[in-house]
């Protein structure tokens, strides 16, 4: 999989652990012990050596997610470990779109007096279905349940935001010991995927969101 992505020069989006900005990269280099990505402009790809970063790969009729470490940043590109393990998914309901801006997501867990935090990787849109994958980082105990509704406010680079309702659908785990359940616990320094669809209580609300994406998305 990891090969045909090189090959057909598809992009991956790459979520730091320290800095918590997603970035647009490509496989360009596959040696014997490292992969070798890289963005439009090599200097940009910035990182430290032993970093955990997440990769995700969203197309139109598979999604794949693998965590990594950095092994070494040169003029080349950045260079990563192979992953132990991949997370695969085959089905697709909607079109999604990729971004061109960084943009955040809280989430209002009932469960729980904080908001869950994360960076968004990607979003659907179109009539009254919306949603979205957000990438969260555990730095102690993540507590969720599927299903569970609440407020969700996306917040833009340029300070924009956009604020609605959203239930948690999916979850997927990508750690040492990745496991799917209805009660998610993620183990310390892992990330979780997770898939929020939009609630939408008429076309205003779905109106101010594809608004709220001009000029922020590209179809995957």
């Known amino acids: 999989m990891l090969i045909e992505l090189r090959l057909q020069h598809k992009y991956l989006t790459l979520f730091r652990e320290q800095a918590a900005v997603t970035q647009q990269i490509a496989i360009t280099k596959m040696t014997a012990t490292s992969i070798q990505i890289n963005t439009g402009s090599p200097l940009s790809l910035l990182g430290q050596i032993g970093e955990k970063v997440l990769c995700v790969y969203y197309g139109t009729e598979q999604s794949l997610g693998f ?99 959203a239930e948690l659908r999916r979850s997927a785990l990508v750690t040492r010991n990745p496991s799917n359940t209805d009660g998610v616990t993620v183990d310390h320094n892992g990330f979780a995927l997770l898939g929020f669809a939009f609630i939408f209580n008429d076309k205003q609300q779905s109106e101010t969101l594809e608004k709220f994406l001009e000029g922020s998305i590209e179809p995957l």
């Open 67 to 165: 965590l990594s470490t950095i092994r070494a940043i040169d003029a080349s590109g950045m260079h990563i470990d192979y992953p132990k393990q991949l997370w695969l998914r085959n089905t697709r309901k909607h079109d999604r779109f990729s971004l061109t801006v960084n943009m955040t997501a809280y989430w209002s867990n009932p469960q729980q007096d904080e908001p869950i935090y994360g960076q968004v990787m990607d979003v659907s849109y179109g009539g009254f279905l919306g949603g979205m994958h957000m990438a969260a980082y555990d730095d102690g105990k993540l507590n969720i349940h599927l299903h569970e509704q609440g407020e969700i406010i996306l917040l833009k680079s340029d300070h924009s935001s956009w604020k609605s309702q």
